[in-house]
C-alpha cells in the first residue's frame, strides 16, 4: 500500500487560507483562518458563531481553482 501523506504542519497555513476540517458533530466545516496559534490555528466559519481552533493535523487547504 502507498505511504499515508503527512500531517499538516504550522508552516503549511497562513492567515486568509481556505482550510476544511470535520467538528466533533462529524460535520465537514469550511473556514478560513484568522490567526496561527502554536499548536492550533483560529478558523472563522460563519460571522454570527465565532471561530474555531482546530490542530494543525486536522485541516486540509482548499484550493481554489
Known sequence: PPPAPPAARRDDFRPGDT???????????IGTIIRINQKTAS????P???HWRVGF?????????
Not at 19 to 28: A, G, I, M, P, R
Not at 43 to 46: E, K, L, T, V
Request: one cysteine or more.
Open 48 to 50: 454570527t458563531e465565532g
Open 57 to 65: 493535523g486536522l485541516l486540509t487547504k482548499i484550493v481554489d481553482i
Open 43 to 46: 478558523i472563522q466559519c460563519d
Open 19 to 29: 482550510v476544511s476540517f470535520t467538528d466533533q458533530h462529524l460535520q465537514q466545516r
